[in-house]
Structure formats: C-alpha cells, structure tokens
C-alpha cells in the first residue's frame, strides 16, 4: 500500500470515511476545523451526508439520529465545543448507541486559546456524562494513528454499542506525515438495534433508552468490565529494566521516546509506558514494568497533573509518582531526562 502525506486532520477525516462514516454533523472550531473541511466535500463523494450544524448542540444530537439509524456517524470539535457536546454524549451512551467522537484539544478552560495543550484528560476519560457511563477513549500520537485507531474506533462503538472518543491533540492534527490509509470499507446499516421504522408492517425498534431494561445495573457493570478487560492498548519502551519510567500520551509521548533515547546513550535506565487507551487505562502494561522501578515521571502539555492520578492508581503507589508540565508548550527531551535523574537521588 502506497503512502500519502497528509495533514493529521485530514488523514483522519479520510481514514473514517474509508472505515464507512456516512455522516458528519458538526461546526468548526480551531484546531479542527480541517475535519469539517475535508468532509463537506468527500462524504457527498461516496454518498454520505455532511451537515455543518448551527452549533455543536445541534451537531452531536444529529449524529444521535444517525447512530439511531444504525449510520456510522462522526461528530469532532475541540475545548469549549468539546464540553458543550457533553450532554448528548451522554444521550447516545444512554441509548446504547455506535458513534465516534474526536477532541482535538487545545489550550485553556472556558473559552481557552487555539494553543496546543493536552488538557481535557479529565473530560474525556471522566465518564462523558452523567451518571453511569464511560467511553472508550483512545489517544493517537501519530497521523498515522490516528488514521488507525479512528478506523478501529467505528468497530469497537459498535462492537460495544458504546460510543468511542479519539482524543487528538493540535499538534497530532497539524503535522503532516506520511500514512498508509486502508481500502474503503463495506459497511452493514441493516443492524438489528437500528431504528428503521416499519419494516415488514411493524416496527423493528424505537431507540429511546436502556435504563427501563430488566437488571440494567448489572447488565451495562458486566459491559463495562469486559471493556476493561479486553481493551486495554499500551506500548512499552525499554520499561523490562528502567529505574524511572515516563507515562505520557500524544504528542508528548513522543518528545519521551527522545528522552529515553539519548538517557540511555548517557547510561541513564530511563523507559516509557504510552497509553494508547486512555479509558481503559492500561493498568496490565504497569504490570510487565521492572518490578524494582524507583520512580514513575508523567510527562503532559497541561497547567495541571491530570493522567498522574491513573498512574497512581495502576502503580499501587507503590513507589513514588512525579509529575512533569508542559502547559501549551512541548516540553524539551533534556529537561525530562534531569528531572527523571532527580527523582534517582
């Protein structure tokens, strides 16, 4: 398969129309405003529907309807728009229905700046709603990743009938790399739980929400528990004999990888554990680390320690758990590698 260079946001849009997304509805906002561009004409290419809503509240109740109908529906949006689709996130969850979310995040609570951050970890992986509900989110740090795992995102909503979140960052959607983008998908719309209206004189369902079901307590723990069982997504870096290991996601995770590199050239035991799935959090990777590993060193372009509290959780706080902040900036690979040695003294 030949690779194209792409921009992070477009490679993403054009992977989740070959994983079979009909239908976008959404409104622009930096930094990733490219998705909603790329869209408006390729989705009509293959047949699909494209719709830049009035706002983000409209947008993510039209992706409801969609996932309704049984569509692979998308909807993206970064920092204040981010939250303000919270409240149907939390519908679609409800109704046990397939959907793929992005937030490509950027800098600042409120209206915040179109600066890069990775500060919506806490949003994201919080619940996406309220109530009794969770998303499976997973955390590109490449284009090309994010070309995978949107095309694995459609799959898992609907294995799962769970809506999925691709937590992206500006500086994975800006960048261009090259990719390899998969063949065009054949997609089912005819599912069993998809509302179609009359069908053979009758209705084959009417999607409301599950909670009236019969043990629905025990039913949507037992979903849930076999998510965190079988999705758990990590990739581990020298960590089999590191005296420190980093934990970051994203674009940081990348600038970690440069600071094992030259550590250990410097004769330093540094390693990194990346999380690929943010919910769940890969606690089986914290398993395979050095089980004499001194400390732990989270590395993320936030104002405040966010993916520091699942690290202690995974790590049974058995040894200490430091934390290192970018804020809007890319941390340098020498600044990490001298606060990781301090945590050996």
């Given at each position: 398969?030949?690779?194209v260079?792409?921009?992070?946001?477009?490679?993403?849009?054009?992977?989740?129309?070959r994983?079979?997304?009909?239908?976008?509805?959404?409104?622009?906002?930096?930094?990733?405003?490219?998705?909603?561009?790329?869209?408006?004409?390729?989705?009509?290419?293959?047949?699909?529907?494209?719709?830049?809503?009035e706002?983000?509240?409209?947008?993510?109740?039209m992706?409801?309807?969609?996932?309704?109908?049984?569509?692979?529906?998308?909807t993206?949006?970064s920092?204040?728009?981010?939250?303000?689709?919270q409240?149907?996130?939390s519908?679609?969850?409800?109704?046990?229905?397939?959907?793929?979310?992005?937030?490509?995040?950027?800098?600042?609570s409120g209206?915040?700046?179109?600066?890069?951050?990775?500060?919506?970890?806490?949003?994201?992986?919080?619940?996406?709603?309220?109530?009794?509900s969770?998303?499976?989110?997973l955390?590109?740090?490449?284009?090309?990743?994010?070309?995978d795992?949107?095309?694995?995102?459609?799959?898992k909503?609907?294995?799962y009938?769970?809506?999925?979140l691709?937590?992206?960052?500006?500086?994975?959607?800006q960048?261009?790399?090259?990719?390899?983008?998969?063949?065009?998908k054949e997609?089912?719309?005819?599912?069993?739980?998809?509302?179609?209206?009359?069908h053979?004189?009758?209705?084959?369902?009417?999607?409301?929400?599950?909670?009236?079901?019969?043990?629905?307590?025990?039913?949507?723990?037992?979903?849930?528990?076999?998510?965190?069982?079988?999705?758990q997504?990590?990739?581990s870096?020298?960590?089999?004999?590191?005296?420190v290991?980093?934990?970051a996601?994203?674009?940081?995770?990348?600038?970690?990888?440069?600071?094992?590199y030259?550590?250990?050239?410097q004769?330093?035991?540094?390693?990194?554990l990346?999380?690929?799935s943010?919910?769940?959090?890969?606690?089986?990777?914290?398993?395979?680390?050095?089980?004499?590993?001194?400390?732990?060193?989270?590395?993320?372009?936030s104002?405040?320690?966010?993916i520091e509290?699942?690290?202690?959780?995974a790590?049974?706080?058995?040894?200490?758990v430091?934390?290192?902040?970018?804020g809007?900036h890319i941390?340098e690979?020498?600044?990490i590698?001298?606060?990781?040695?301090?945590?050996?003294?």
């Amino acid at each position: 398969m030949a690779c194209v260079l792409m921009k992070g946001n477009d490679a993403l849009s054009e992977a989740a129309v070959r994983a079979g997304c009909r239908f976008f509805g959404g409104y622009p906002i930096t930094p990733q405003s490219e998705i909603l561009e790329y869209l408006s004409w390729r989705l009509p290419e293959v047949g699909g529907t494209f719709i830049q809503a009035e706002s983000e509240l409209a947008g993510i109740n039209m992706v409801y309807g969609a996932a309704a109908a049984g569509m692979r529906a998308l909807t993206t949006s970064s920092g204040p728009g981010f939250s303000l689709l919270q409240e149907g996130i939390s519908y679609i969850t409800s109704a046990e229905l397939p959907a793929v979310f992005v937030d490509v995040q950027r800098y600042g609570s409120g209206l915040g700046d179109i600066f890069q951050a990775q500060g919506d970890y806490f949003l994201a992986t919080g619940s996406g709603g309220h109530g009794d509900s969770r998303l499976l989110v997973l955390a590109p740090a490449s284009v090309q990743e994010s070309v995978d795992l949107i095309c694995l995102a459609f799959d898992k909503a609907e294995e799962y009938r769970n809506p999925c979140l691709i937590l992206s960052d500006a500086s994975i959607a800006q960048m261009m790399e090259p990719v390899e983008l998969p063949e065009m998908k054949e997609v089912n719309l005819d599912h069993p739980w998809a509302a179609k209206g009359k069908h053979g004189g009758d209705f084959k369902r009417i999607t409301s929400t599950m909670y009236y079901i019969k043990d629905f307590d025990t039913y949507i723990k037992a979903k849930y528990d076999r998510m965190i069982e079988n999705e758990q997504r990590w990739e581990s870096v020298q960590t089999a004999d590191a005296d420190v290991v980093l934990v970051a996601y994203g674009i940081s995770s990348r600038i970690c990888k440069e600071a094992v590199y030259f550590a250990r050239k410097q004769g330093i035991r540094l390693g990194l554990l990346r999380p690929i799935s943010l919910f769940p959090f890969p606690v089986k990777g914290f398993a395979e680390v050095n089980p004499d590993v001194k400390a732990y060193l989270t590395v993320e372009m936030s104002a405040l320690p966010q993916i520091e509290r699942d690290v202690k959780i995974a790590c049974g706080q058995k040894v200490p758990v430091e934390h290192f902040l970018g804020g809007m900036h890319i941390p340098e690979y020498t600044t990490i590698i001298e606060k990781a040695v301090s945590l050996l003294k």
